[in-house]
């Protein structure tokens, strides 16, 4: 299988290091970035100072409650770019709010996620979105 470079955005520190442990249980060769809130986000995407050289990923993991900018500001400016639009990116959030829903469906989320409370439950949510992103779905290569 082809490397898949995935973008974290996340804040919560328990949550990263739970995701990224159910990422590499699978084997599934990924080159996974971290970055801790909405700022940050945007300065990797439009490689800004300290990511100088990054390469862009070819999917987003995106929280809606961050700080400095929300997910939902994240969003919207990566969909108000013509070369980051492309990047499918999934709202992996514990909200379960239907304004943050009916608002990252406005700002055309590919999937929103409410992440479940119990830590079985969320790395299964987090395996489910590895089979289907990077098993099933052909993703677009961004250059």
């Known amino acids: 299988m082809e490397s898949i470079h ?45 990511f100088k050289g990054r390469k862009l990923p070819d999917l987003i993991l995106l929280d ?17 770019d013509d070369l980051l639009r492309q990047i499918p990116v999934i709202m992996l959030t514990p909200s379960s709010s239907e304004r943050d829903i009916k608002l990252s469906y406005q700002h055309h989320a590919n999937c929103y996620i409410t992440k479940p409370v119990e830590v079985d439950q969320f790395l299964e949510a987090i395996t489910s979105i590895e089979d289907f992103w990077l098993s099933i779905v052909t993703l677009p290569k961004i250059k």
């Open 6 to 50: 995935i973008l974290l955005v996340e804040d919560n520190e328990g949550d990263i290091v739970l995701t990224m442990e159910a990422l590499e249980e699978r084997k599934v060769v990924n080159n996974i970035s971290v970055v801790k809130d909405g700022k940050e986000a945007l300065d990797f995407l439009y490689e800004t100072e300290k």
């Open 64 to 80: 809606v409650n961050l700080p400095k900018k929300s997910g939902h500001e994240v969003l919207q400016t990566i969909k108000e």
